[in-house]
């Protein structure tokens, strides 16, 4: 197989893209375009030098280490030692993961993996498999990412809450909507917000309709929200609970964006 050795250096520069746009982004840490080419170009050029050398192993990941820094510290901007440190964590951590995880791609292929990496890329895997991989892999990295600092944003407003009817007792996560501002125009009562999944479940207990309806506003206009009655809600906070009786509970006409709870708290009750 003939390997022109300009797409084995543009192989390499995509993944070294990649895994510092990757490790920047996760990190929280501004950067730009030039800044990731530029440290891309550099772990590139030194990818492409070290293999005429005859080094020993512990200096060869010396230099590799050193380079992990290096690379870290062009491609981004940093308002800190600790992001700094953290970033270059990440970068090594990713480089670690998506070398891993194609080599585990590659055994369970049977492909031999050293002759496409360590002799110049002298296999029958199409030059830029690499690169399309490594993509894949940080495309679900940042999703993993981005997912647990949404969840751990969201966790110092999510409330353990028990919905109590007719003797039953649902157990259910709340979140906490400042931007919930609903009243009962007759009652003055707040109102809390039920996904539909979790409406399907009370309509099996009997939920009580209340005679009132409320009007909303949403981007495409006014909506109205049907209102419903519920026996007893316990919000729980730690070894407090706050107790309600007659809760007013609307259904959400459109889907939650989490899977983190089924009710949106009125501030007013917390």
Do not use: W
């Given at each position: 197989m003939t390997v022109?050795?300009?797409?084995?250096?543009?192989?390499?520069?995509?993944?070294?893209?990649?895994?510092?746009?990757?490790?920047?982004?996760?990190?929280?840490?501004?950067?730009?375009?030039?800044?990731?080419?530029?440290?891309?170009?550099?772990?590139?050029?030194?990818?492409?030098?070290?293999?005429?050398?005859?080094?020993?192993?512990?200096?060869?990941?010396?230099?590799?280490?050193?380079?992990?820094?290096?690379?870290?510290?062009?491609?981004?901007?940093?308002?800190?030692?600790?992001?700094?440190?953290?970033?270059?964590?990440?970068?090594?951590?990713?480089?670690?993961?998506?070398?891993?995880?194609?080599?585990?791609?590659?055994?369970?292929?049977?492909?031999?993996?050293?002759?496409?990496?360590?002799?110049?890329?002298?296999?029958?895997?199409?030059?830029?498999?690499?690169?399309?991989?490594?993509?894949?892999?940080?495309?679900?990295?940042?999703?993993?990412?981005?997912?647990?600092?949404?969840?751990?944003?969201?966790?110092?407003?999510?409330?353990?809450?028990?919905?109590?009817?007719?003797?039953?007792?649902?157990?259910?996560?709340?979140?906490?909507?400042?931007?919930?501002?609903?009243?009962?125009?007759?009652?003055?009562?707040?109102?809390?917000?039920?996904?539909?999944?979790?409406?399907?479940?009370?309509?099996?207990?009997?939920?009580?309709?209340?005679?009132?309806?409320?009007?909303?506003?949403?981007?495409?206009?006014?909506?109205?929200?049907?209102?419903?009655?519920?026996?007893?809600?316990l919000i729980y906070?730690?070894?407090?609970?706050?107790?309600?009786?007659?809760?007013?509970?609307?259904?959400?006409?459109?889907?939650?964006?989490?899977?983190?709870?089924?009710?949106?708290?009125?501030?007013?009750?917390?």
């Open positions: 022109y050795i300009e797409y084995a250096i543009l192989d390499n520069l995509i993944i070294n893209y990649l895994l510092i746009k990757t490790a920047t982004r996760c990190a929280l840490v501004k950067t730009n375009f030039l800044r990731l080419i530029l440290a891309s170009l550099l772990g590139t050029v030194i990818a492409v030098i070290l293999p005429l050398f005859s080094l020993d192993n512990t200096f060869l990941l010396i230099i590799k280490i050193t380079l992990a820094f290096l690379i870290t510290l062009v491609g981004g901007k940093y308002i800190s030692i600790k992001k700094y440190f953290f970033a270059v964590f990440l970068f090594t951590f990713f480089t670690f993961l998506c070398g891993g995880f194609i080599i585990a791609l590659f055994n369970l292929a049977m492909i031999d993996y050293e002759n496409y990496f360590i002799s110049g890329y002298d296999s029958v895997v199409p030059i830029g498999v690499t690169a399309l991989l490594v993509y894949l892999a940080s495309k679900g990295v940042v999703l993993a990412v981005t997912k647990l600092l949404k969840e751990r944003n969201l966790r110092p407003f999510l409330r353990t809450c028990a919905i109590i009817i007719d003797k039953k007792k649902f157990i259910v996560k709340g979140f906490i909507d400042s931007g919930n501002g609903l009243y009962d125009t007759k009652s003055g009562l707040p109102i809390i917000v039920c996904s539909n999944s979790l409406f399907e479940k009370l309509k099996g207990s009997n939920v009580k309709k209340s005679i009132s309806k409320i009007n909303f506003d949403t981007v495409s206009g006014t909506s109205q929200m049907e209102l419903y009655v519920i026996d007893r809600l906070n730690g070894i407090k609970v706050n107790i309600f009786n007659n809760v007013l509970i609307g259904v959400s006409p459109f889907g939650f964006n989490s899977n983190s709870y089924e009710l949106l708290l009125h501030p007013s009750l917390v």
